[in-house]
């Protein structure tokens, strides 16, 4: 144990109004003779009945909808809705376009990861509050960070109408497509991000994490020549592998009585884990060469898939190929004959799933004989996570709880931050309080 033993008695820790996080909840850890009884992660705030708002609009409505999720991620849920359509429909959309839809993917992977890298996780390894505090020791890295966000927001911008909730996504393309020379305008910027990216692996390679590894079941799309965002089978360290529609088939989600988010877990009960960890993990070997360089460097591929203090490297390494796979794109763009293909709507099941900044992203939509929403379910990463957070709470607890107050607590936001949980576009999180009931 680190920090020595875990007093006798009872013992609570409160904090409120922790950072750095997107959104608002409470996790309670209860401690008998040392040992971890209860640790749930609460999320309270309130829904917000996205599943029910779509009922009864057109497949393009959802499209619109749904992007108003997540100001962080919103092109996640377009995409996995237009997929799941298109599907459906039998919509083959033209090539340019498919790479269109990478391109703005990458640039949500790109300013999500740099968000989280720089604003609101690195302050923990310098031993900081904030951002604002690590561009007091280390402004140099802050205006790197910034810098690299800043070209995600752009490519967002570009492809999708404006930097923040879409609009340009439509069932078999695009309303509009940019032309070659609106592309070329940001390369410069892309090049520069590169170099940036590139040296953000090297730097958060050399933060010190806590000594603390696990064995989860990770979970994550995989291809089979491209790293997983838009396309790819669902699959898993101890071997499964199903199409991204029947996510249904492997997983299920449950209600517990402290959180308003539905919980998930596979058939077996099992917690599991989705991200960048697992990707990297399971799909590293169709990372960007550049990338996959990256990651050998900083010789922590093992480590990330064991310890969840090493998610930062992960994040890391995905802008690295994000970055790379943006320049490839837009150097071999050719403007489609036309931005979107025609579809007629129809009645069936629509369900796909794509990779978000954070891991897995599933939609399920049932169309009524006009092809508008009868039903809709949305399984967001953060949800399907919170028992695995839970779980290493409960594993790396016992290690912590003989450290003063302060050195504890801080571990334990370290650890919820580590899987960049996006509750809300909200900044409040964790309410602590954990208690011996010796």
């Known amino acids: ?35 971890v009884t ?10 917000r009945y996205f599943e029910q708002l779509v009922l009864g609009r057109t497949p393009d409505d959802v499209l619109d909808i749904v992007a108003r999720i997540c100001g962080i991620c919103p092109v996640a849920y377009q995409m996995s809705a ?45 031993g900081l509050a904030s951002a604002v505090e690590l561009a007091r020791v280390d402004r140099a890295a802050v205006e790197r960070g910034l810098a690299i966000k800043r070209v995600g927001n752009r490519l967002v911008s570009l492809l999708g109408g404006r930097p923040i909730h879409p609009v340009s996504v ?25 170099r940036g990216a590139l040296a953000t692996v090297d730097w958060v390679a050399g933060f010190s994490v806590p000594d603390f590894e696990r064995d989860p079941l990770l979970v994550s799309l995989r291809h089979a020549t491209d790293y997983p965002m838009n396309e790819g089978r669902i699959v898993s360290n101890d071997g499964m592998d199903i199409e991204p529609g029947a996510w249904e088939s492997a997983f299920q989600e ?25 990707r990297v993990t399971l ?41 790379a796979v943006a ?40 169309l009524d004989e006009r092809g508008r929403i009868a039903e809709a379910s949305i399984v967001p990463p953060t949800s399907q996570n919170q028992a695995a957070i839970e779980a290493d709470l409960t594993a790396f607890a016992p290690m912590v709880l003989g450290l003063d107050h302060a050195a504890a607590t801080h571990r334990f936001e370290q650890l919820i931050r580590s899987y960049d949980p996006c509750i809300s576009c909200a900044t409040h999180f964790l ?8």
Do not use: K
């Not at 209860?38 to 829904?47: R, S, T």
């Not at 449950?254 to 697992?278: E, I, K, N």
């Open 327 to 366: 320049i490839e794109i837009i150097d071999g763009y050719g403007e489609p004959a036309r931005p979107m293909e025609p579809w007629a709507p129809g009645p069936g099941i629509a369900a796909w799933a794509t990779e978000a900044p954070r891991g897995l992203l599933f939609h399920r939509y049932r």
């Open 254 to 278: 449950q209600q517990v009585p402290w959180s308003h988010a539905l919980q998930a877990r596979d058939r077996d009960g099992r917690a599991y884990l989705l991200g960048p960890a697992s």
């Open 283 to 323: 799909a590293g070997e169709q990372l960007h060469p550049l990338a996959l360089a990256a990651l050998d460097r900083s010789g922590l591929a093992t480590a990330i898939a064991r310890n969840p203090y090493w998610g930062i490297a992960a994040r890391a390494v995905e802008i690295v190929h994000a970055v």
């Open 170 to 194: 439509r069932v078999g393309g695009f309303s509009r497509v940019p032309r070659a020379a609106d592309l070329a305008q940001i390369r410069p910027e892309l090049d520069d991000a590169l």
């Open 38 to 47: 209860e640790a749930h992660l609460a999320i309270f705030e309130a829904p």
């Open 82 to 126: 237009v997929h799941a359509f298109e599907d459906l429909l039998g919509v083959v959309i033209d090539p340019s376009v498919r790479a269109l839809r990478r391109l703005l993917y990458c640039g949500e992977w790109i300013e999500s990861h740099a968000l989280h890298v720089y604003l609101l996780h690195a302050p923990d390894f310098a």
């Open 431 to 438: 309410d602590l309080r954990v208690e011996d009931q010796s």
């Open 1 to 35: 144990m680190h920090g020595g033993e875990v007093a006798v008695g009872e013992r609570r820790f409160d904090v409120t109004g922790i950072t750095r996080v997107e959104g608002e909840g409470s996790l309670r850890l209860a401690v008998r003779d040392g040992n």
